[in-house]
């Protein structure tokens, strides 16, 4: 059995995910790229046998030949996206945000609420990174005790200059937003940001480093220093802080951007999403996880603009599918 894929957005992400499925996945082919811009779609699709370009998503899912969807278009494009799919009850895996707000979140878990299953993975990829894993693995079995304290690093080399405060929380700390979500196993209730002293290389405007503050519903004290700037390479570490021990993931791995570093994790995710596609039930992290990573980052908005200030994160309640 093969799953046949469209992709949706042939940029950065789009054409990486293109490139693993076609040369890495297996039980899998793509049958369709949608892209509004031809030339860059045909690139794409460049030596891709049987996969044939669109520039209307809507003729994609209607040619009978996509059986899932993968959606890399930028954020504020995935509902239209999304709704559709759901409607036609296909499987979907959906680059990080889901969407770009909480509200729009919340009309993707209701649609998938309506539609009955689980349909919606969200591409929050390190929840696939072996070092992730282990320490998940720690927290679940309480073999340290509880857990107390989280703390990351998250670098990045270099951002493009129109980067801002709205980048640094969307794009960037959206990561440890599920992934402190799924570390701890709990919601984050609160967000706060600290400046400090600014780095020369800093873009105008930006905090950077700067230091994102976070708390769970039982307490577990979190922070993420950023530095988006660094010139010497990409990084992210985890520091858990358990009553007994502490495991540190990531320490001394520095790589020259994030598709290095998450190499294994990328291809761990979409495996699993094919798989699970042709199994029918998907797991991973869902619509539900998408809209509570929209919610803390709408928290992290006000925060990044109000140093200092504690902003909470309010959700609405969670409906029985995901739990
Ligand atoms: C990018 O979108 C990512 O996913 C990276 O992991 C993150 O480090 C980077 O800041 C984002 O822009």
Not at 28 to 34: E, S
Not at 98 to 104: F, G, I, N, V
Not at 233 to 258: I, K
Request: charged share 25%.
């Amino acid at each position: 059995q093969e799953l046949r894929i469209a992709v949706v957005g042939a940029g950065r992400m789009g054409s990486d995910h293109i490139e693993r499925i076609h040369r890495r996945m297996e039980r899998a082919r793509i049958t369709a790229i949608v892209d509004i811009d031809e030339a860059k779609a045909r690139a794409a699709i460049d030596g891709i046998e049987g996969a044939k370009v669109y520039t209307d998503f809507t003729e994609a899912i209607d040619s009978g030949e996509v059986d899932a969807v993968l959606v890399a278009t930028p954020g504020f494009l995935h509902e239209q996206v999304l709704l559709p799919t759901l409607t036609k009850g296909l499987p979907i895996l959906c680059e990080k945000p889901l969407t770009p707000d909480s509200e729009s979140a919340w009309r993707i878990v209701q649609a998938e609420v309506a539609a009955g299953r689980r349909l919606v993975q969200v591409g929050f990829m390190r929840r696939f990174d072996a070092g992730y894993r282990a320490v998940r693995a720690a927290v679940e079995s309480g073999e340290h005790g509880e857990l107390l304290a989280l703390d990351c690093e998250h670098i990045n080399p270099e951002v493009p200059d129109a980067y801002t405060g709205r980048n640094l929380i969307d794009d960037t700390v959206v990561h440890e937003f599920d992934g402190m979500r799924f570390l701890s196993g709990e919601e984050i209730v609160s967000v706060r940001v600290a400046g400090g002293k600014r780095s020369k290389h800093a873009k105008e405007g930006l905090m950077d480093p700067a230091q994102i503050q976070m708390e769970t519903e039982s307490g577990v004290r979190i922070t993420v220093n950023t530095h988006v700037t660094s010139q010497y390479g990409y990084a992210v570490t985890t520091r858990a802080s358990f009553e007994g021990a502490h495991v540190q993931e990531g320490l001394d791995v520095v790589t020259p951007g994030f598709e290095e570093r998450f190499l294994d994790a990328y291809d761990a995710e979409v495996q699993e999403w094919i798989d699970a596609s042709l199994a029918g039930e998907l797991e991973g992290p869902d619509a539900w996880d998408g809209y509570a990573a929209a919610a803390c980052c709408e928290a992290g908005l006000k925060a990044v603009d109000d140093l200092g200030q504690s902003y909470p994160v309010t959700l609405q309640e969670k409906p029985e599918l995901y739990r």
